[in-house]
C-alpha cells in the first residue's frame, strides 16, 4: 500500500458522491448474453442477473483519452470510484460487454480502464456505447 492508497480513493469517491449521478450496473450476465456482444455495435442481449446502482460521473461524450480507433461518435464516458464497491461486483462483472443503466438510456461497457493510486485500483473508466448503436 502507497501513500497515494491512503488518501486518493475516498477522495475520489467523496467528491462523486457529492456531483455524481446513479448509473446502474447489470452484473452476472448470462454467457449467452457476454458472447452476443458486439463492440462496433453496442449490441447486446437482454439485461439478467444482479443490478447494483452506484454514484459514478454523469455520462458524457467521450474525450481524446481513449483510443481513437476504439470510440464512435457518440459514445460516453464515466468515471466509477473503486471505494466502496461491491467485491464480486469488482471482480467478475466490471469488464467490457456489462450493461449500465442512466436515465432509462442502456449502454454497453465498450472499455473498462481501472487507474491505480499505487497499489490500489481508486476509480475505473468506463466507455459507454449506446445500445443498439
Do not use: C
Not at 450476465?29 to 457476454?34: H, I, K, N, P, R
Not at 452506484?54 to 464512435?72: M, S, V
Not at 438510456?105 to 443498439?132: E, F, K, M, Q, W
Amino acid at each position: 500500500m502507497t501513500v497515494l492508497d491512503d488518501t486518493l480513493p475516498a477522495k475520489v469517491a467523496t467528491i462523486v458522491a457529492k456531483y455524481g449521478k446513479t448509473l446502474t450496473f447489470h452484473a452476472n450476465a448470462s454467457d449467452a448474453q457476454e458472447a452476443s456482444y458486439d463492440p462496433t455495435t453496442g449490441e447486446a442481449g437482454t439485461p439478467s442477473g444482479t443490478t447494483y446502482d452506484y454514484k459514478a460521473t454523469p455520462p458524457e461524450g467521450a474525450g481524446r483519452r481513449w483510443k481513437e480507433d476504439l470510440i464512435q461518435l457518440e459514445d460516453q464516458e464515466t468515471w466509477l470510484p473503486a471505494s466502496g464497491l461491491n467485491a464480486t461486483f469488482k471482480s467478475d462483472n466490471l469488464r467490457p460487454g456489462m450493461l449500465v443503466v442512466f436515465d432509462g438510456v442502456t449502454y454497453v461497457a465498450a472499455a473498462v480502464v481501472p487507474y491505480r493510486s499505487g497499489n490500489d485500483i481508486a476509480v475505473y473508466h468506463i466507455l459507454l456505447r449506446r445500445r443498439g448503436g
